[in-house]
């Protein structure tokens, strides 16, 4: 629901009211004392975050690498220190994203200025990273997670892919055994853990709230986000 890609025809909406189909299924209700700017997160991209660690099997000590600082890499970045990550690298090209995805406690790679490869081995005695998320959903953002990884590692994929094809380096993958996860984030299966970790205060979902605006003022608001002046708005009935 929500989501045409996943769906068909069956899309979302942004309205004062909305009906919802199967309810029972698609909704939940929110743990008492938690806004709406707390909760309404865990409908998609917190627990995609989430679920991108999960995926990549984030453990304690591990040095993960998250190409990308949008909206669902921060998510994933705190998501993967929740887990136990020792160190978390974000990776963009964006400085506002950088600027953001340092505020979280991650260490900002700008690729534009330093190879994310260099940051890594560096870090990692020459190993790489043990687990790398994507979170673009490019080819580019892929073959940089492809570098990044160690051999034995895992690389979980979350990014919305467009193309029908991609290519991968196979013989690379085969050689270093590396692990490739991802996909279309299953939100049920993760969202009563993601608002108890937000109930209980380990994750602020807000952080990435640059804007809030009324309902009839949505028009401004994808204007920003489209001019990348947005990270993300808000929008009140």
């Not at 890609?5 to 299924?25: R, T, W």
């Amino acid at each position: 629901f929500g989501c045409g890609y996943a769906f068909g025809d069956l899309a979302g909406s942004q309205a004062e009211y909305v009906l919802v189909p199967n309810a029972d299924f698609t909704l939940i209700n929110v743990p008492n004392g938690l806004s709406d700017e707390q909760a309404i997160f865990a409908g998609d991209i917190l627990t995609t975050g989430y679920f991108c660690a999960v995926e990549g099997g984030v453990k304690p000590g591990d040095v993960v690498a998250v190409v990308g600082c949008g909206p669902v890499g921060i998510f994933a970045q705190i998501s993967a220190r929740i887990l136990g990550a020792a160190a978390v690298y974000g990776i963009d090209l964006e400085p506002s994203r950088l600027k953001l995805a340092a505020s979280t406690g991650s260490i900002a790679v700008n690729a534009s200025e330093q190879d994310p490869l260099d940051a890594i081995l560096e870090a990692t005695e020459w190993r790489g990273a043990d687990v790398v998320m994507e979170c673009v959903g490019n080819e580019a953002a892929l073959e940089s997670a492809l570098r990044l990884v160690r051999p034995a590692g895992t690389v979980s994929i979350v990014g919305v892919f467009i193309e029908d094809r991609v290519g991968l380096p196979l013989g690379d993958l085969w050689i270093k055994n590396v692990t490739l996860k991802g996909g279309l984030c299953n939100v049920q299966g993760h969202w009563e853990e993601v608002l108890s970790l937000v109930r209980h205060g380990r994750v602020d979902p807000t952080v990435i709230i640059s804007h809030t605006l009324p309902l009839d003022e949505a028009p401004k608001g994808y204007a920003l986000f489209n001019a990348r002046e947005a990270t993300k708005v808000i929008l009140k009935p």
